[in-house]
Structures are given as structure tokens and as C-alpha cells.
């Protein structure tokens, strides 16, 4: 995450909370497809430790039940600033998941924030802290209509 922009940084942790599995393949930028082949590399290092000693889960099943990259383009994107509607004709992934996803983001970057605090990473507290005020906004952070006025 160090050398990574806030919004490519939120895109790839996106890997982690995303869960739909029928979604169309993102088109990345050159430096989100590097990111994605470095967390895919560590994860499959991680995988074949765990594998080689008596975690009974190939690291393949493994990298595919932990990672799911399919929703980056659109999180890169949101995180950029581009409207809703428009970051929904990007995938076949439905509203409420993407604002599920997004949402789930959020706690994410709040974790990694407080991770990098406790061990003293002030670049990426910030990092976390900006990317958090990315993705918190409009409709996806929008109070419901529907529980408005009632008390």
C-alpha cells in the first residue's frame, strides 16, 4: 500500500470485502494490475506457508476464497470522484452490493488506519484517512429515506 495513490490503495483492499461472484473482470490501470499481481504473489506465499504446515486448504482455494478482485474498478473510480450511476454501467454487479461493498470498505480503511497508528506508520494512517474521505460520500453514505422523521 506504501507506493500506492489513496484511491488505488482503497481499490486493491477492496479485494478483501467484496463477495459477489459472477461479476464482470474490472479493467484495471497498468499500476492497479501490478498491485493486484503483488497482493495475488503474498497471498499465494501466505497461502503455501499455511499449506505446508497441515492447513488442509490448497492455496488456490485459498487466494480464491479470500481475495475477489472484480470490484476494483469501480471503488478505483468511486474513489476518484466519478458518479454513481455512472461506476454502476461499469460492472454487472448490483446497486445495493456495490453500496454494501463500499460500505464494508469504509471499516476497512478505518482497521488498516488504526493498525498503522498502533504501529506507528503515520503515511499510512493518512493514506487510510483521505481514502476513507474518498469513499464516503453521496448516495453510497446517504441516510435512508425511508427511517427519516421517525422516532
Known sequence: ???LEPEEAVSLLSAFVFQEKDADEPELTPRLEDARGRLMSIGLNVAE???SHGIPLHPDDFLRSVLNFKLMEVVYEWAKGTEFAKICELTNVPEGSIVRS????????????????IIGNSALHGKMETAQAMIRRDTVFASSLYVQGVK
Open 102 to 117: 463500499i460500505v464494508r470498505l469504509d471499516e476497512t480503511c478505518r482497521e488498516v488506519r488504526n493498525a498503522a497508528r
Open 49 to 51: 506457508t499455511q499449506y
Open 1 to 3: 500500500l506504501a507506493e
